[in-house]
């Protein structure tokens, strides 16, 4: 099972909106709503921001959103803020043998 | 508070065992999927092995399959991984994550435990 691919860095001023990206294939993205996205500091454990493509847990800021268009999903942050410079992961159910694949991660920096 | 916490790791000789602990609290720890998740240093997040609620249904990767196993003990609210045959690629922060409820997808982490296979 390959790695999603996500560009390795996206970059916005802060109260900018920047999209990541995260495409796949029609026997993961494209083929379950079950897309979740990740943010992870350095040296702290990943954190859920989006599941099933667009959904938000309790507690994370509504400036995090998700969509899917065929097989690339995306994450948007809108209003950027320094906090939200972070390595950022996609994941997705697959119909292969294991049901998991993440992202090749992207880096989002603050300018 | 919902919590996860890993212990188990350290250095260890290529060819070498390790077994990985996760302790769970604050939650039903019974009726989730668990899995493990890591990441080798400087590069990204790698699924590992999942496991069901029962222990009836088991995932691994096609990296660690035949050399890993994962397994849990409900009574004692905890998730284990027996890590065998280690190779220097398995060195990494390994996580234990929850499953979302009637979903897919991690919506708790814990700390992570650091496993360096080394000579």
């Known amino acids: 099972q390959s790695a999603l691919t996500q560009p390795a860095s996206v970059s916005g001023s802060p109260g900018q909106s920047i999209t990541i990206s995260c495409t796949g294939t029609s026997s993961d993205v494209g083929g379950y709503n079950y897309v979740s996205w990740y943010q992870q500091h350095p040296g702290k454990a990943p954190k859920l921001m989006i599941y099933?493509?667009?959904n938000r847990p309790s507690g994370v800021s509504n400036r995090f959103s998700g969509s899917k268009s065929a097989n690339t999903a995306s994450l948007t942050i809108s209003g950027l803020q320094a906090e939200d410079e972070a390595d950022y992961y996609c994941?997705?159910?697959?119909?292969?043998?294991?049901?998991?694949?993440f992202g090749t991660g992207t880096k989002v920096t603050v300018l | 508070e919902v919590q996860l916490l890993e212990s188990g790791g350290g250095l260890v000789q290529p060819g070498g065992s390790l077994r990985l602990s996760c302790a769970a609290s604050?939650?039903?720890?019974?009726?989730?999927?668990m899995n493990w998740v890591r990441q080798a240093p400087g590069t990204g997040l790698e699924w590992v092995s999942y496991i069901s609620s029962s222990s009836s249904t088991i995932y691994y990767a096609d990296s660690v399959k035949g050399r890993f196993t994962i397994s849990r003990d409900n009574a004692k609210n905890s998730l284990y991984l027996q890590m065998n045959s280690l190779r220097a690629e398995d060195t990494a922060v390994y996580y234990c994550?929850?499953?979302?409820?009637?979903?897919?997808?991690?919506?708790?982490w814990g700390q992570g435990t650091t496993v360096t296979v080394s000579s």
């Open positions: 604050g939650f039903t720890f019974s009726i989730y999927s």
């Open positions: 099933d493509v667009s």
């Open positions: 994941s997705s159910y697959t119909s292969s043998t294991t049901p998991y694949v």
């Open positions: 994550a929850r499953d979302i409820t009637r979903s897919y997808g991690m919506d708790v």
